[in-house]
């Protein structure tokens, strides 16, 4: 087992002026699920090739344990890779998928069969080990890639959205099963993904990039709680949270016709910065509202009612600052409310997340 340390790594393709992956640090402790997520070409599957060695680094370096591995070939790194099309032989078993790797480092076959068997126990194949690939389902053919690195027993673990091509409960299932064998075995993984629930939901902790940029490491709690900026805060979370530009007024910020109160930090922060508005942040759980006949707070009207049985979602537009905004508002399962009907709401003061409108940085502490 190893820790992985990205030390200002760098990854900028020929022809191009702009890296893929923009000095990169972070630090992998040994046996931690770290999950990296972000947008399309944000650079999280270049920074998993380059930790792979199928990607050069052009500055900065990459640790394995005590090992630089920057300029090693792929070989000799002791990491395994699940694909997100998971590369199979399709004219071979599934035991002879497993245990490949094995025998071309020249294991013997008693040893080969014993290792294929005990990772086929632990992930469900053992009916499967005669099959080929093409007789197997989606989901059955992501678990022989898994066996298949784990037959290996590697240092790291590198999967690269392995779970992208299998349908909705599938994916639910599976990432489950992957989060709990991870744990189990015990070995470093590094897991891509551009579907933020997944990453919520599986990583130890997770690493948010955009443009080649490192945005946020942080728990998942913390990230959903104090994210770092503005495209954080947007990013993770579903539905997304709320994010409207908002007037500083005397003690608070002015949403509707209420005014909700803001730390003095925050304002004081917003002010050095030459602003006169904040970008506060709301998530849909965090509204209150209020009653059929009060007015008070921000008025929505109800566009779209997502029922969901336990609660709804509702998303709706409201004028905040002469602007129509969309928000979107989660209710109690048993009071959704029509469509084409307004809805009340005041966020709870101490639940809001304060941004800078000009730098998109987190005010409040």
């Known amino acids: 087992m190893a820790s992985v340390t990205f030390d200002k790594a760098t990854r900028l393709y020929p022809g191009s002026d702009k890296p893929a992956v923009d000095q990169l640090e972070i630090e992998i402790e040994d046996g931690e699920f770290l999950v990296l997520v972000g947008p399309s070409g944000c650079g999280k599957s270049t920074s998993l090739r380059m930790l792979a060695g199928l990607e050069d680094v ?156 490192l945005q946020q490491v942080d728990s998942p709690r913390n990230m959903y709680d104090r994210p770092a900026n503005l495209f954080v805060a947007g990013f993770i979370g579903s539905p997304a949270m709320n994010l409207v530009e908002v007037p500083i007024t005397d003690g608070g910020v002015k949403f509707g016709n209420s005014v909700v109160p803001v730390s003095r930090d925050a304002l004081s922060a917003a002010s050095a910065k030459g602003d006169t508005t904040v970008t506060v942040g709301i998530r849909p759980e965090h509204f209150d509202v209020s009653g059929a006949t009060s007015k008070e707070g921000l008025a929505v009207s109800v566009n779209v009612v997502e029922e969901l049985g336990a609660d709804g979602y509702v998303y709706g537009s409201s004028r905040v600052g002469g602007e129509d905004k969309d928000l979107v508002v989660r209710v109690g399962g048993r009071a959704v409310p029509e469509k084409g009907s307004t809805l009340h709401v005041v966020p709870r003061a101490d639940e809001l997340h304060v941004f800078s409108t000009s730098t998109g940085e987190r005010l409040t502490g």
Not at 59 to 72: A, E, K, N, P
Not at 96 to 113: H, P, S
Not at 140 to 168: C, H, K, T, W, Y
Not at 184 to 190: A, E, S
Request: glycine share 8%.
């Open 58 to 213: 052009n500055g900065g370096s990459i640790r394995i344990g005590d090992r630089d591995v920057t300029h090693l070939p792929p070989k000799d790194r002791d990491i395994a890779m699940v694909f997100q099309n998971y590369a199979l032989y399709p004219h071979m078993t599934v035991a002879d998928n497993m245990g490949f790797a094995l025998k071309i480092a020249g294991v013997n076959k008693a040893e080969i069969r014993a290792k294929v068997e005990e990772a086929a126990k632990i992930l469900d194949l053992t009916p499967y080990l005669d099959r080929k690939p093409k007789a197997l389902s989606g989901g059955q053919r992501q678990r022989v890639a898994m066996g298949r690195a784990i037959v290996r027993e590697p240092q790291v673990f590198l999967m690269d959205e392995p779970l992208s091509n299998l349908d909705a409960k599938l994916r639910v299932s599976t990432r489950t099963q992957i989060a709990s064998l991870q744990r189990r075995l015990g070995i470093t993984t590094v897991y891509v993904t551009h579907d933020q629930v997944e990453a919520l939901t599986m990583g130890d902790r997770v690493a948010v990039l955009k443009d080649g940029l």
